[in-house]
């Protein structure tokens, strides 16, 4: 599976799981439904640096991520 692939499975994650802007999300409840779509973990974090990069998320630590934008 590409990056691409990657960021587009982790954000549609995100919005089945209703994802609000401001409300941080344990990255222990996206790694398991992705890996179980055989989506590497090198990929999910390349996905996860992506959309941190195009501010769609923050990665403040602690294993968790916020998001930034409405999906």
Do not use: C, H, W
Not at 29 to 36: A, F, K, S
């Amino acid at each position: 599976m590409t990056d691409i692939d990657a960021k587009s499975a982790l954000l549609k994650l995100l919005k089945v799981i209703k994802l609000k802007p401001g409300v941080s999300l344990s990255l222990y409840e996206i790694g398991p439904p992705l890996v179980d779509q055989e989506i590497s973990q090198d990929a999910i974090v390349n996905a996860l640096y992506a959309l941190k990069n195009e501010g769609m998320i923050d990665l403040p630590g602690g294993n968790r991520l916020v998001l930034l934008k409405n999906l």
